[in-house]
């Protein structure tokens, strides 16, 4: 187990739990929206956050986890009118974790100290305005903005990560991205008879669990 005292210690049986909830959820993914399905999904990052409270991690990452735990019990509801609303909590979330990857990180010289780091960063930030030209006229008015923002902070999320020293937060972070590329072209892109749907599904949420399970075991064990 990762954290000291055994199965039985607190952080590591928050863990196990997060870890069952999420794979419990994977089995529901497709399922209609229902209460119990809600709470599966919102259990494995909320978990997640406890763990980082209890272990005394960093306050900001405790809020990051339980802001996208948040953001979860809005999207699980699989109704337009919540979509914002989650969308919101997700930003919050972002801009937490840009906060903390600031206080983790060696600054911009890193990226020419490490080509590689500037390569990621670079990738980062051209896969998400390709993405962005592809979705702005796929998207309603009313989410052109918030869609923009949200990019933006995502972005701002990822480039920062990748000045953090080690990998994992770097790792996690670019997860993160690549979970909610593929719900945004799931969303917007893809059509409902889309024989990619399935798969899209139990993508975003394997890559989007496994971000922040990184990104928490990351700081926390760093």
């Given at each position: 187990?990762?954290?000291?005292?055994?199965?039985?210690?607190?952080?590591?049986?928050?863990?196990?739990?997060?870890?069952?909830?999420?794979?419990?959820?994977?089995?529901?993914?497709?399922?209609?929206?229902?209460?119990?399905?809600?709470?599966?999904?919102?259990?494995?990052?909320?978990?997640?956050?406890?763990?980082?409270?209890?272990?005394?991690?960093?306050?900001?990452?405790?809020?990051?986890?339980?802001?996208?735990?948040?953001?979860?019990?809005?999207?699980?509801?699989?109704?337009?009118?919540?979509?914002?609303?989650?969308?919101?909590?997700?930003?919050?979330?972002?801009?937490?974790?840009?906060?903390?990857?600031?206080?983790?990180s060696a600054g911009a010289g890193i990226l020419i100290a490490e080509p590689?780091?500037?390569?990621?960063?670079g990738a980062i930030v051209v896969a998400a305005a390709l993405l962005l030209?592809?979705?702005?006229?796929?998207?309603?008015?009313?989410?052109?903005?918030?869609?923009?923002?949200?990019?933006?902070?995502?972005?701002?999320?990822?480039?920062?990560?990748?000045?953090?020293?080690?990998?994992?937060?770097?790792?996690?972070?670019?997860?993160?991205?690549?979970?909610?590329?593929?719900?945004?072209?799931?969303?917007?892109?893809?059509?409902?008879?889309?024989?990619?749907?399935?798969?899209?599904?139990?993508?975003?949420?394997?890559?989007?669990?496994?971000?922040?399970?990184?990104?928490?075991?990351?700081?926390?064990?760093?």
């Open positions: 187990m990762p954290f000291a005292g055994g199965i039985e210690a607190t952080e590591n049986g928050l863990l196990l739990l997060s870890a069952v909830a999420a794979i419990l959820f994977g089995f529901m993914v497709h399922r209609p929206a229902s209460w119990r399905r809600t709470i599966a999904k919102t259990a494995g990052v909320f978990l997640l956050g406890l763990l980082a409270y209890s272990a005394g991690g960093p306050l900001l990452l405790a809020l990051a986890l339980m802001a996208s735990a948040a953001g979860d019990a809005a999207l699980a509801a699989e109704e337009e009118r919540w979509f914002l609303p989650g969308l919101i909590a997700f930003l919050i979330a972002h801009l937490l974790y840009v906060v903390l990857f600031v206080t983790g590689l780091r500037c390569v990621w960063a030209m592809r979705l702005l006229p796929a998207l309603p008015d009313a989410m052109r903005i918030p869609v923009i923002v949200y990019t933006l902070a995502i972005v701002a999320m990822g480039v920062v990560s990748v000045t953090v020293p080690g990998y994992a937060i770097a790792i996690g972070a670019t997860l993160f991205i690549v979970s909610d590329a593929i719900l945004a072209i799931r969303k917007y892109l893809m059509a409902e008879t889309s024989p990619h749907e399935i798969w899209a599904g139990y993508a975003v949420w394997v890559f989007y669990y496994t971000a922040q399970l990184v990104i928490t075991l990351g700081v926390l064990l760093a």
